[in-house]
């Protein structure tokens, strides 16, 4: 069962619509004791970096994360909730994230690019990774954001965009279950719904 | 790199589908929700639902057809008319809107606008902003177009800027309805005091309007119904259209 979850920030809705389509059931998380139940977990985010990880930590679950990753099971992260997935954040000001990528979330200041990013753009493959399996590399997804993930390590983006400058579009974790995707695949149509379909058919790491 | 968008409008009046020139005259164009379905499979970049009378009649923004159109549209909803309080903007969200447009409530609490991209996030609050061009100068109106505005275009742009908009839907109801193609004059004067993404509507009677104005302008985005409600356009041909003329548009 897919454990989307709830803590009062992000496009719940879109993302459930997705998972039902895919014929695929889910739960929102809205209490600790659901995450048990969770063969797989999204994290959406639409919104600001601080509110957001004050919002989780209110909730006490930012251990019931951490476990869930070191588990293997597969965790998504959406737009800010891959963006949460950093050591820190700058929106507004410095705070820290979830630590499961090594990073940190900065405005997008890219030679006098308008942001925030909003709008279709295109990802350049890196490194492969299950979530892209028969996804066409030629396709535009949705993306909408003003900040961008800076990665410590390199070694950690599957897949890169280009606005003004080269920025992370799609990251994961060493062990390879935790995936980060900027932009919104729950958005993007048909594309977007086949990296859907292919992280709910992934398998624990 | 960042593709422009196409993007379709549907005005709503009674759960219906309509659309007018220079925001009067409107004519029912058929079942949104329907439509959406027809925009849905032709994979445009995203929609536009503005309900037209929520203002004017004191009441909340349709949901219905929000509700039934984000079932089956598996891209970007904004969602307009009414809109005036935080509260409003959640019930949205959660109803499946991902973007909303605020028009009129910008101009009697500005606040809102500030208040919404705290809670939101700059990216899902679209500034709406309605212009008439009256013997040579752009005048606001709010109201679904019935009220003038006293604050000048380049005040309200760059207060709306200032408080965290996230994007500008400016609309041209001189040119509204019209087909006979946009401002870009307009667009233009706009895109050199703000430095947010536009989204330009009022005019597209061909898809040469919509080149033109990519080759001339800096937008974002252009907004279009009526070249797609009469007659046989529709945003397969746009994009193919747009695509020989090396305009840069999404990839399906």
């Not at chain 1, 950093?86 to 900065?106: A, M, T, W």
């Not at chain 2, 159109?69 to 903007?89: A, H, Q, R, W």
Request: net charge neutral; hydrophobic share 40%; glycine share 8%.
């Amino acid at each position: 069962m897919i454990g989307i979850l709830d803590y009062g920030m992000g496009n719940l809705s879109s993302i459930a619509k997705v998972i039902e389509y895919l014929g695929v059931k889910y739960r929102f998380i809205n209490s600790e004791d659901i995450f048990a139940d969770c063969s797989h977990l999204i994290i959406p985010g639409v919104g600001a970096y601080e509110k957001a990880i004050n919002n989780i930590a209110s909730t006490n679950y930012i251990k019931h994360i951490h476990d869930f990753a070191t588990s293997g099971k597969p965790l998504l992260g959406i737009c800010l909730g891959m963006q949460l997935l950093s050591d820190r954040g700058f929106e507004p000001k410095e705070c820290n994230g979830l630590g499961l990528i090594q990073g940190d979330v900065v405005l997008m200041n890219f030679d006098g690019m308008r942001i925030p990013h909003v709008g279709w753009n295109g990802i350049e493959i890196i490194n492969n990774h299950p979530i892209l399996e028969d996804v066409k590399p030629s396709a535009d997804f949705y993306f909408v954001h003003s900040y961008y993930f800076k990665p410590t390590n390199k070694n950690c983006i599957v897949a890169q965009t280009n606005y003004g400058t080269n920025f992370p579009s799609i990251i994961c974790n060493t062990k390879k279950n935790i995936v980060g995707i900027q932009f919104h695949p729950e958005k993007s149509q048909k594309q977007g719904l086949k990296i859907m379909d292919n992280f709910v058919k992934m398998t624990p790491c | 790199m960042l593709k422009k968008r196409l993007i379709p409008v549907l005005l709503l009046r009674n759960g219906r589908m309509v659309k007018g020139v220079q925001f009067d005259n409107y004519r029912d164009t058929g079942d949104p929700i329907y439509a959406s379905r027809v925009y849905n499979s032709q994979y445009v970049d995203e929609l536009i639902i503005i309900d037209i009378d929520a203002t004017n009649e004191n009441r909340k923004t349709n949901r219905f057809v929000l509700s039934e159109v984000s079932k089956e549209c598996f891209m970007p909803l904004t969602i307009g008319g009414g809109i005036n309080s935080t509260n409003d903007i959640r019930e949205l969200l959660l109803i499946g809107a991902d973007k909303v447009v605020i028009n009129t409530a910008a101009y009697s609490h500005p606040e809102l606008i500030l208040d919404a991209a705290n809670t939101f996030g700059s990216q899902c609050i679209v500034v709406g902003i309605d212009i008439a061009l009256e013997n040579g100068k752009y005048t606001l109106y709010k109201n679904s177009g019935k009220i003038k505005c006293d604050i000048s275009l380049q005040d309200h742009i760059m207060n709306m800027e200032k408080l965290g908009a996230g994007e500008f839907f400016i609309n041209n109801i001189s040119e509204d309805g019209k087909m006979q193609g946009y401002d870009t004059e307009l667009i233009k004067y706009i895109q050199k005091i703000t430095n947010i993404p536009i989204i330009a509507c009022g005019g597209a009677g061909n898809f040469m309007h919509l080149v033109d104005v990519f080759k001339k302008t800096n937008v974002s985005a252009l907004a279009m119904a009526s070249i797609f409600h009469f007659g046989d356009n529709n945003p397969i041909r746009a994009r193919a259209h747009l695509k020989n003329y090396n305009i840069q548009i999404k990839n399906v």
